[in-house]
């Protein structure tokens, strides 16, 4: 069969590899992808945003099956326009994707289905928020309503800086259009759990659990960014609470968006804080986490494939998903001064160094190909992934391999994975 990836990031470098992996699959396109996504794919100059353009690739090449890896097509609505033209497409549709799309949504779809998360309030108006933020308990969060890239999101410890975070989400619009509306929440404590998930409607089916590193600098210092590393599994994500999450929060989810008239197919986020009262929902989002589909599927032994189709078929139910009994760690490597101002086209060495290592991958994140090689071409430009027997041996794997490749203005975190220590 014929497979299309909407995409160009680390994420879908990720989901090109293991689609190639699939016996069932003979080629592989994917729009606008990268470099590193050249070398299971056909890369195809259309971007993600042009739907139309997308869908009749789509079908003057026969494709049967096109994967949407990026949060903005799917809000965008881009799966409505493929199932419009009979194509077979795998992605929550618009109604859907609004649960990524509208954190004030989500948040209103959580209080109404009793599923547990921090306690809000949502503002349309500037001077109404900075009004509440006087009697607010501190720390507080603020959360862009829109996309922002993984980044809408501030912790204010005093009242100066939330007021400040209210102007610069509303009034100075940091965000664009995302932030014309904003959610006040409270602030969690506990540890953070990323759990992705494969959902056909009805049924929803749990991957593997990893815990992504949001903050730029060493001690989760600095600003957000798209992610700085990962590992998986995480050591706090019991057993127990996975019975927990899925009895009052995953199969919660999917039954509340099915009530909506919202039916969701595709990917579920689940962003989650294990407070002292129990597991909270931080967020949703509607597809493949970045960098965590880097830790995760290099862990999955079921098809890809199979899975993708049984979602789209309202077949999930008769699919198991396996994954090994290891971990996986994943730095990501960045240009300096990320996620701010950074330069591009500097030269990128040593990427031979991962061919036939198992258990070793550098995943492509913002790089292209140019006649002198492959340079940098974005804030993240590798995800360096190992596996290991456990997460400290996994974490000692990936930092040994950061050090096979190299750039111009390379900046990565050094305490990925840290807290595996303390486990």
Same mark, same amino acid.
């Given at each position: 069969?014929?497979?299309?990836? =909407?995409?160009?990031?680390?994420?879908?470098?990720?989901?090109?590899?293991?689609?190639?992996?699939?016996?069932? =699959?003979?080629?592989?396109?994917?729009?606008? @992808?990268?470099?590193?996504?050249?070398?299971?794919?056909?890369?195809?100059?259309?971007?993600?945003?042009?739907? *139309?353009?997308?869908?009749?690739?789509?079908?003057?090449?026969?494709?049967?099956?096109? %994967?949407?890896?990026?949060? #903005?097509?799917?809000?965008? @609505?881009?799966?409505?326009?493929? /199932?419009?033209? !009979?194509?077979?497409?795998?992605?929550?549709?618009?109604?859907?994707?609004?649960?990524?799309?509208?954190?004030?949504?989500?948040?209103?779809?959580?209080?109404?289905?009793?599923?547990? &998360?921090?306690?809000?309030?949502?503002?349309?108006?500037?001077?109404?928020?900075?009004?509440?933020?006087?009697?607010?308990?501190?720390?507080?969060?603020?959360?862009?309503?829109?996309?922002?890239?993984?980044?809408?999101?501030?912790?204010?410890?005093?009242?100066? /800086?939330?007021?400040?975070? %209210?102007?610069?989400?509303?009034?100075?619009?940091?965000?664009?259009? +995302?932030?014309?509306?904003?959610?006040? /929440?409270? $602030?969690?404590?506990?540890?953070?759990?990323?759990?992705? &998930?494969?959902?056909?409607?009805?049924?929803?089916?749990?991957?593997?659990?990893?815990?992504?590193?949001?903050?730029?600098?060493?001690?989760?210092? @600095?600003?957000?960014?798209?992610?700085?590393?990962?590992?998986?599994?995480?050591?706090?994500?019991?057993?127990?609470?996975?019975?927990?999450?899925?009895?009052?929060?995953?199969?919660?989810?999917?039954?509340?968006?099915?009530?909506?008239?919202?039916?969701?197919?595709?990917?579920?986020?689940? !962003?989650?804080?294990?407070?002292?009262?129990?597991?909270? %929902?931080?967020?949703?989002? +509607?597809?493949?986490? #970045?960098?965590?589909?880097?830790? =995760?599927?290099?862990?999955?032994?079921? #098809?890809?494939?199979?899975?993708?189709?049984?979602?789209?078929?309202? &077949?999930?139910?008769?699919?198991?998903?396996? $994954? *090994?009994?290891? +971990?996986?760690?994943?730095?990501?490597? +960045?240009?300096?001064?990320?996620?701010?101002?950074?330069?591009?086209?500097?030269?990128?060495?040593?990427?031979?160094?991962?061919?036939?290592?198992?258990?070793?991958?550098?995943?492509?994140?913002?790089?292209?190909?140019?006649? /002198?090689?492959?340079?940098?071409?974005?804030?993240?430009?590798?995800?360096? &992934?190992?596996?290991?027997?456990?997460?400290?041996?996994?974490?000692?794997?990936?930092?040994?391999?950061?050090?096979?490749?190299?750039?111009?203005?390379?900046?990565?975190?050094?305490?990925?994975?840290?807290?595996?220590?303390?486990?």
């Amino acid at each position: 069969m014929k497979v299309l990836i =909407v995409g160009s990031g680390g994420r879908e470098h990720a989901i090109a590899w293991k689609v190639a992996q699939s016996p069932r =699959v003979d080629k592989i396109y994917c729009a606008p @992808g990268n470099a590193g996504i050249a070398e299971y794919a056909e890369c195809v100059d259309i971007k993600a945003m042009e739907f *139309e353009k997308l869908a009749a690739f789509a079908k003057e090449h026969a494709v049967d099956l096109t %994967v949407i890896g990026m949060d #903005d097509p799917l809000v965008g @609505g881009i799966v409505d326009v493929f /199932e419009a033209q !009979g194509l077979r497409v795998f992605g929550p549709r618009k109604n859907a994707a609004i649960l990524e799309g509208s954190k004030a949504f989500s948040k209103d779809l959580m209080k109404k289905y009793h599923i547990p &998360t921090a306690a809000y309030e949502t503002f349309d108006d500037a001077e109404a928020a900075l009004a509440y933020l006087e009697t607010a308990k501190l720390p507080i969060v603020l959360k862009a309503d829109g996309l922002a890239l993984g980044k809408g999101v501030l912790i204010c410890n005093t009242l100066e /800086e939330a007021k400040a975070g %209210v102007r610069e989400i509303m009034t100075d619009k940091k965000f664009g259009q +995302a932030g014309n509306r904003m959610v006040v /929440e409270e $602030f969690m404590t506990g540890r953070e759990v990323s759990v992705l &998930t494969f959902v056909d409607g009805r049924t929803i089916r749990t991957m593997t659990s990893a815990q992504d590193h949001k903050r730029a600098g060493d001690g989760d210092t @600095g600003l957000n960014t798209g992610g700085m590393g990962t590992f998986s599994p995480s050591p706090f994500y019991t057993k127990e609470i996975d019975a927990y999450c899925m009895e009052h929060i995953y199969q919660p989810t999917v039954d509340a968006m099915r009530a909506e008239g919202r039916e969701f197919k595709g990917i579920i986020f689940f !962003g989650l804080m294990l407070t002292a009262d129990g597991p909270k %929902v931080l967020e949703y989002n +509607a597809r493949f986490g #970045d960098p965590e589909t880097q830790v =995760v599927l290099p862990r999955m032994k079921t #098809d890809i494939v199979d899975a993708f189709e049984a979602c789209v078929d309202g &077949t999930l139910d008769q699919i198991e998903l396996e $994954f *090994e009994d290891n +971990a996986a760690v994943c730095v990501v490597l +960045a240009s300096d001064g990320y996620p701010v101002s950074y330069q591009k086209g500097f030269v990128i060495e040593g990427l031979d160094a991962f061919r036939d290592k198992d258990g070793y991958y550098v995943f492509h994140a913002g790089t292209a190909r140019k006649p /002198e090689g492959i340079v940098t071409n974005g804030g993240r430009v590798l995800g360096v &992934t190992a596996k290991g027997a456990d997460l400290k041996e996994a974490r000692q794997h990936a930092y040994e391999a950061i050090n096979w490749v190299n750039f111009e203005n390379k900046y990565y975190r050094h305490d990925i994975g840290k807290a595996i220590d303390e486990a």
